[in-house]
């Protein structure tokens, strides 16, 4: 089955800084790759995703991109603010129609 | 907006006990999981369905069984709970045409 590696576990910048967080997975026939975002205390919600036919993809401060090569792909954060700060976890599977496996997630801490 | 209900926030059960965890969600989604979150693990799929009275396997559906009478409902069963089933359980539910998951708020469950 599909395996996602995400890394890093934990990550701390400063305001306005950008921020990026990195998955590698397993199965060559993924095909689409969501972003989901928990704040503490909250239920994850996508912010993002992207299909293997798109080498990127971009909403306001944020950006996904993709490397069907080297299957991994990214999360991309500019300008960031505190109120970035939360768990972001990656998935994958083989169609948007089908199970997601996700990684293991990103604190992400902005620090004003 | 979709409402994805899960019937506790906190529940705290004895070893040995039958747990229920509740998810009702409201928009009439085919597609209904229950997740299982534990820090430092991410995400992992217990169970999900497709349709009413159909159930899948996901990856840790061990100790686990699940109940899809209504399209509406889907009923998370620990049929002896155990100390390490103690976590934070996700329900979440996506339209058949749909890629987006929506999640509900989570139980957190403790086994003593």
């Known amino acids: 089955g599909e395996n996602v590696e995400q890394h890093p576990s934990t990550l701390s910048v400063q305001e306005g800084d950008s921020a990026v967080i990195k998955c590698t997975y397993s199965d060559s026939a993924s095909n689409y790759f969501p972003w989901y975002k928990q704040e503490l205390g909250k239920r994850p919600q996508l912010i993002i995703d992207i299909r293997s036919n798109v080498g990127e993809k971009k909403d306001q401060r944020i950006a996904v991109t993709l490397n069907k090569t080297a299957k991994h792909f990214s999360l991309h954060i500019t300008e960031t603010q505190p109120e970035d700060s939360a768990v972001y976890f990656c998935?994958?599977?083989?169609?948007?129609?089908?199970?997601?496996?996700f990684g293991k997630g990103t604190m992400l801490l902005v620090s004003p | 907006d979709v409402k994805v209900t899960q019937s506790s926030r906190y529940l705290v059960k004895r070893t040995g006990e039958k747990v229920f965890l509740e998810c009702v969600q409201d928009?009439?989604?085919?597609?209904m999981f229950w997740y299982r979150q534990d820090p430092g693990l991410g995400l992992r799929l217990i169970y999900f369905s497709y349709d009413v009275k159909m159930k899948e396997k996901g990856d840790i559906p061990e100790g686990y069984s699940v109940s899809r009478e209504k399209k509406e409902r889907f009923s998370l069963i620990l049929e002896s709970a155990s100390t390490n089933q103690t976590s934070m359980y996700l329900c979440?539910?996506?339209?058949?045409?749909?890629?987006?998951?929506?999640f509900g708020s989570g139980t957190q469950l403790s086994v003593l």
């Open positions: 998935a994958a599977s083989d169609s948007g129609y089908s199970t997601l496996t």
């Open positions: 928009m009439d989604h085919e597609n």
């Open positions: 979440a539910s996506r339209g058949a045409g749909g890629e987006k998951l929506f």
